[in-house]
Nanobody, 119 residues
Framework: QVQLVESGGGLVQAGGSLRLSCADSGRTLSRYSVGWFRQAPGKEREFVARIDPSGSTPYYSDSVKGRFTISRGNSDNMIYLQLDSLNPEDTAVYYC????????????WGQGTQVTVSS
């Protein structure tokens, strides 16, 4: 059973950095594609980043490419999202996700962690 718990969100000034963490109590993340989504107030949830089980080249949305970095921990139960050069448009609730179904949608979702970037 995959249970995802995010941490590391908070308030940061524009230009600053944060590191989000996602832990899986089941220690099975190495088997799955994993990633991050975000949802800003009044906006639809959007894809941020993804990395596949093979650990090959990660995928990023154009809005975060070059600023955010997704990675896996050395253990089977952690993934990270490094957020650099933050701007107020990055303010959102960030969700950790894992496991793709046959339609390409992520099956497992965390509860989210708030990131707020002040100008």
């Amino acid at each position: 059973q995959v249970q995802l718990v995010e941490s590391g969100g908070g308030l940061v000034q524009a230009g600053g950095s944060l590191r989000l963490s996602c832990a899986d109590s089941g220690r099975t993340l190495s088997r799955y594609s994993v990633g991050w989504f975000r949802q800003a107030p009044g906006k639809e949830r959007e894809f941020v980043a993804r990395i596949d089980p093979s650990g090959s080249t990660p995928y990023y949305s154009d809005s975060v490419k070059g600023r955010f970095t997704i990675s896996r921990g050395n253990s089977d139960n952690m993934i990270y999202l490094q957020l650099d050069s933050l701007n107020p448009e990055d303010t959102a609730v960030y969700y950790c996700v894992a496991g793709l179904d046959s339609t390409g949608r992520f099956v497992y979702w965390g509860q989210g962690t708030q990131v707020t970037v002040s100008s």
